[in-house]
């Protein structure tokens, strides 16, 4: 947790981009409808994941995370550009107040989430980062990192009155928008916003008369009462370098600062703020998250866990046989087995590894892929667990768990699966249980696995 309690100190890093702000107090607007979670998209097959099903293959990390909401969204003018930015801590970062030390000085992005409120029904939103951005300068001088269209998302009702307010997660692992960053901008930190930070940009493309724009995030010192816990959210909360993720911490953006720029139609339109958030105005940044290899080409966890045994799903364990540990419905031991992956996901790697813990000792158990997450991604019943894998099922390898209950793949997966670059696959490890079977049907299964596999 890296709140500052030297508001001195904090005054200085609010102001170290205050180019001549100008006050955007009349773009500010309540958010007056429920934030929603569109899922995730993925670019490289062109489908949606729901909110509540399995995710894609984000990350494994969060690399930047701005998501602090505080109650307002800005308007855009038509065909306005928002530019904000935020840092990526290279190696050279140090310990302090505002800071993090690195993992890595290259960072591999292979997903970002953003979020807008909008009244179309339909919106089309164009998204653009910046390696190396000084906030409020003129980005429309710079050649973007990376830059990608989303179009069709989803909206609000049609009209002023109907407004639809959304999160959501762009997935780009397997396509060509993949792209890496440079930890502070050069590898160097030199503990200013003009050298050290990312920058990226969002542009709503078809308001017709009616735009909407991006909510705002952040409350670095808890003057908003934003948060949880009303609190505030410190800097570089929810980020692999404070040790908490996206999902289960809110943060205000490491290197995020009081200040935005706002580009029209392709020519620098000003730099913005909303009065000074060490007044008690909003914090003139927004939400942004950015998902990759917080260790500069692999060896973290590979892929996203979905129906767990405990319960919380809309398919119920056999015998009300819930497990606690985040695996599949508890076997004759009382735990449930998990699978997990490490390595990388990338066919040229080939060094997936599929992994299964608390399953039970010295028993076989089949390692499967297929290509659907069963029912929504909720499985259904199938002896003393739930099959939550399905469609196209390959029979992958089978190994005997030792006699801790663990066992794991020897294989080439992306070769005997036969997968191609963007393909999601779910996997799941199918094991026998005869002698204490809670629920009497003699085999359990593990959690389900979500895999996107990139070239």
């Known amino acids: 947790m ?3 309690s030297l508001f001195a100190a904090s005054a200085v890093l609010l102001s170290t981009a205050a180019f001549a702000q100008n006050d955007a107090s009349s773009k500010l607007r309540p958010v007056t409808s429920p934030v929603k979670d569109a899922g995730t998209y993925h670019v490289a097959t062109g489908t949606w994941t729901r909110a509540k099903a399995p995710t894609a293959n984000l990350g494994p990390d969060t690399l930047y995370n701005n998501t602090c909401l505080i109650g307002f969204y800005v308007a855009l003018s038509s065909v306005e550009t928002l530019v904000d930015s935020g840092r ?8 302090g107040p505002n800071s993090v030390p690195g993992s890595a000085d290259v960072y591999t992005v292979n997903g970002f989430q953003i979020s807008y409120c909008a009244t179309n029904a339909l919106v089309d939103i164009d998204v653009a980062h910046y390696e190396c951005y000084s906030p409020c300068s003129d980005a429309t001088l710079l050649v973007p ?4 269209s989303l179009v069709g998302l989803p909206g609000g009702g049609g009209s002023a009155s109907a407004l639809g307010c ?7 692992q397997g396509s060509t928008a993949e792209f890496d960053l440079q930890g502070d901008c050069d590898q160097l930190y030199d503990a200013a916003a003009t050298t050290d930070n990312f920058g990226w940009a969002q542009t709503e493309t078809n308001p017709n008369g009616a735009p909407g724009g991006p909510l705002l995030a952040g409350d670095p010192y808890g003057i908003l009462a934003a ?3 009303g609190t505030g959210c410190p800097y570089g909360d929810g980020t692999v370098f404070v040790g908490s993720d996206a999902t289960l911490t ?6 995020s600062d009081d200040v935005f720029e706002t580009d029209l139609g392709g020519a620098y339109a000003g730099c913005w703020f909303f009065g000074g958030y060490l007044s008690g105005a909003p914090y003139a940044s927004f939400n942004h998250v950015v998902y990759g290899d917080a260790g500069g080409g692999g060896g973290g966890a590979v892929g996203t866990v979905y129906c767990v045994g405990d319960g919380s799903g809309a398919t119920a364990c056999p015998c009300a046989n ?4 985040g695996g599949g419905c508890a076997n004759g031991t009382g735990n449930g087995a998990i699978i997990s992956g490490s390595g990388s996901a990338s066919l040229a790697n080939a060094n997936l590894v599929l992994s299964g813990t608390g399953a039970t000792p010295s028993q076989p158990g089949l390692f499967f892929q297929g290509n659907n997450a069963i029912n929504s991604g909720d499985g259904i019943q199938f002896g003393d667990g739930l099959r939550c894998s399905g469609g196209a099922v390959i029979r992958l390898q089978v190994r005997f768990a030792d006699s801790n209950g663990e066992s794991a793949t020897t294989i080439d997966v992306g070769a005997v699966g036969a997968n191609a670059a963007g393909d999601v696959k779910r996997y799941q490890l199918w094991y026998r249980d005869p002698n204490a079977t809670p629920c009497g049907g ?12 990139a070239a």
Do not use: C, H, Y
Not at 88 to 95: A, C, F, N
Not at 145 to 148: F, H
């Open 88 to 95: 990526l801590p290279s190696t050279s970062s140090v310990d």
């Open 442 to 453: 003699t085999f359990n299964l593990s959690n389900g696995l979500e895999i996107t596999w």
């Open 322 to 325: 819930n497990s606690t540990n």
């Open 227 to 229: 948060g949880p816990a």
């Open 2 to 4: 890296l709140r500052s």
């Open 250 to 255: 809110q943060g205000t953006g490491l290197g």
């Open 145 to 148: 990192n990376s830059s990608i």
């Open 166 to 172: 959304w999160i959501l997660d762009i997935d780009i």
